[in-house]
């Protein structure tokens, strides 16, 4: 059995402010966090805390990768179609 497993969290892109996940795609590029774009969202690490910079701009996307990080959680998947987790703020998309 693979002593090193990854654990990741499936959570609603709607548990991110708007404005703040339309941040992601650029910040993935430029390679200020540590992730990929999917079909269906956004996955990102939480073992590597966002630069001071990221985490002013995108207070909310740093709140949930440290809920997910102190949940036991490596990756976060940001997902369209997730249902949003009840314990992190949800926002509506308009």
Known sequence: MPTDQKIMARI???NLPRQEAEQISDLLRAHHITGQ???QGWLITTTQPLPDTVSASTP???YVLGFARAQGFDWVFFDFDA???EELPQFLWN
């Open 12 to 14: 609603s892109t709607t």
């Open 37 to 39: 774009t999917l079909d």
């Open 60 to 62: 909310h996307l740093n």
């Open 83 to 85: 249902e949003p987790v």
